[in-house]
């Protein structure tokens, strides 16, 4: 039975963010070709983990900077070893490379950081994206992961495309693999436009761009609430702040409601999401849920990036502009037929874009093709080995530098 070691940056918390789902679907596909599943982490554990031995996964606490691991997994002898985000990779992945060099090495990108990072600073200065914001230290790092792996797992058709053209990624390196219609998780009832009420927003407060969305909804709030004098903006998410619950208004109808329970269940009893993401990288959970649960949406063009494509409408509106925003919100929530209208719009996208039978198709057939051309394949990637070659070297000094430092303290 091949083995699969999965090196993850924190312990699954699907109920706490997309990532958390995304890697549980990549988790129970392998489970379901059968093969054996270990999930490490350096992370500390937390209150709203799942148990995966639920899942017939075992856990593993490990080390950073430790030889430890090396030791561990020379004992292991995964068949592949998939590295969840690239700090992981650039941590681990010269011990995978030196203990176990026939092991595929998957790097599961979630989103790219650095795209991300760059439109946060894009929007910190009030300016266009530029060329340059990408010749940062963070893209360096990032791209580097990629090459040095042997497949990169790529969420966004998006960042599929810029990786190849902005970063001459070579298309082999690269697997599209969106979100997946996980069979094994229930989706909340679909309720009509009348047994719904307000208006819903929801993301995990650490991540920066849902926090930015917040501050913006409540800027734009108040024009939509004149309009809609009943209506509520319900504002969910995991590891609130003192200063998101500052922002609790019952007057207004503005309500910070901490972390959901069940995150499509309070997007299922809601008649419109809102999601004004001005920047962030991925595709984005809360409006995969939100076509799950036949919930239409109103976000910006970054929100919907990567979960459309031509012709096809979004099931909602994508608005730029506050007053843009506030006017498809308001009409959204109190036009039934438009409300219909972008439900019609949910069951075209799901079908095409988040297909699991045809995205693990997919990732099947290329792990069977590294599975039987693993040396092939590397060396068709000359960058990848010279990376591991020179910049990974400095990656370990640096880590046994630690190591060394660390044992001569006890």
Same mark, same amino acid.
């Given at each position: 039975?091949?083995?699969?070691?999965?090196?993850?940056?924190?312990?699954?918390?699907?109920?706490?963010?997309?990532?958390?789902?995304?890697?549980?679907?990549?988790?129970?596909?392998?489970?379901?070709?059968?093969?054996?599943?270990?999930?490490?982490?350096?992370?500390?554990?937390?209150?709203?983990?799942?148990?995966?031995?639920?899942?017939? =996964?075992? /856990?593993?606490?490990?080390? %950073?900077?430790?030889?430890? #691991? &090396?030791?561990?997994?020379?004992? $292991?002898?995964?068949?592949?070893?998939?590295?969840?985000?690239?700090?992981?990779?650039?941590?681990?992945?010269?011990?995978?490379?030196?203990?176990?060099?026939?092991?595929?090495?998957?790097?599961?990108?979630?989103?790219?950081?650095?795209?991300?990072?760059?439109?946060?600073?894009a929007v910190k200065q009030q300016r266009p994206l530029r060329q340059s914001d990408f010749n940062s230290e963070l893209a360096l790092r990032e791209i580097a992961a990629i090459f040095r792996?042997?497949?990169?797992?790529? =969420?966004? /058709?998006?960042?599929?495309? %810029?990786?190849?053209?902005? #970063? &001459?990624?070579?298309?082999?390196? $690269?697997?599209?693999?969106?979100?997946?219609?996980?069979?094994?998780?229930?989706?909340?009832?679909?309720?009509?436009?009348?047994?719904?009420?307000?208006?819903?927003?929801?993301?995990?407060?650490?991540?920066?761009?849902?926090?930015?969305?917040?501050?913006?909804?409540?800027?734009?709030?108040?024009?939509?609430?004149?309009?809609?004098?009943?209506?509520?903006?319900?504002?969910?998410?995991?590891?609130?702040?003192?200063?998101?619950?500052?922002?609790?208004?019952?007057?207004?109808?503005?309500?910070?409601?901490?972390?959901?329970?069940?995150?499509?269940e309070v997007i299922a009893n809601a008649r419109v999401l809102l999601a004004p993401l001005r920047f962030g990288a991925g595709i984005k959970g809360k409006l995969f849920d939100a076509m799950?649960?036949?919930?239409?949406?109103?976000?910006?063009?970054?929100?919907?990036?990567?979960?459309?494509?031509?012709?096809?409408?979004?099931?909602?509106?994508?608005?730029?502009?506050?007053?843009?925003?506030?006017?498809?919100?308001v009409n959204l929530y109190s036009n039934e037929l438009l409300w219909h209208q972008a439900q019609q719009n949910i069951a075209p996208i799901l079908s095409t874009l988040f297909n699991a039978?045809?995205?693990?198709?997919?990732?099947?057939?290329?792990?069977?093709?590294?599975?039987?051309?693993?040396?092939?394949?590397?060396?068709?990637?000359?960058?990848?080995?010279?990376?591991?070659?020179?910049?990974?070297?400095?990656?370990?000094?640096?880590?046994?530098?630690?190591?060394?430092?660390?044992?001569?303290?006890?």
């Open positions: 039975m091949p083995t699969l070691l999965v090196i993850g940056y924190v312990w699954p918390e699907p109920s706490s963010s997309a990532a958390g789902r995304h890697m549980m679907s990549l988790l129970r596909f392998f489970k379901r070709q059968q093969w054996q599943v270990v999930f490490a982490s350096p992370a500390k554990t937390t209150d709203f983990m799942l148990d995966l031995s639920r899942e017939d =996964i075992e /856990s593993v606490a490990i080390e %950073l900077n430790s030889s430890s #691991f &090396n030791r561990y997994i020379e004992r $292991l002898q995964p068949t592949a070893v998939m590295f969840d985000r690239f700090m992981m990779e650039e941590q681990f992945g010269w011990r995978v490379a030196e203990s176990c060099p026939n092991a595929i090495r998957i790097l599961d990108t979630e989103d790219l950081q650095c795209l991300r990072q760059a439109r946060h600073q792996s042997d497949l990169s797992l790529i =969420i966004s /058709s998006y960042e599929h495309r %810029l990786l190849q053209q902005q #970063f &001459n990624v070579d298309e082999s390196l $690269l697997l599209h693999c969106p979100f997946l219609i996980d069979p094994l998780v229930p989706i909340a009832e679909s309720l009509p436009y009348g047994e719904r009420q307000h208006f819903v927003a929801i993301g995990n407060f650490r991540h920066a761009p849902n926090w930015d969305s917040v501050l913006y909804l409540k800027r734009i709030w108040p024009e939509i609430r004149k309009q809609l004098p009943n209506a509520e903006l319900h504002i969910y998410g995991a590891y609130t702040p003192p200063k998101a619950t500052a922002l609790h208004d019952a007057n207004m109808g503005f309500l910070i409601k901490d972390r959901a329970d069940d995150a499509t799950l649960t036949r919930t239409p949406s109103v976000t910006s063009d970054i929100g919907a990036e990567g979960m459309t494509i031509e012709p096809m409408a979004w099931p909602g509106a994508i608005s730029e502009g506050d007053d843009a925003f506030v006017e498809d919100a039978e045809s995205i693990e198709a997919r990732l099947q057939h290329r792990m069977d093709y590294l599975l039987m051309h693993l040396n092939e394949h590397r060396q068709g990637n000359f960058i990848g080995a010279m990376l591991q070659h020179h910049s990974m070297k400095s990656t370990e000094f640096m880590s046994r530098w630690i190591e060394a430092k660390s044992r001569s303290a006890e």
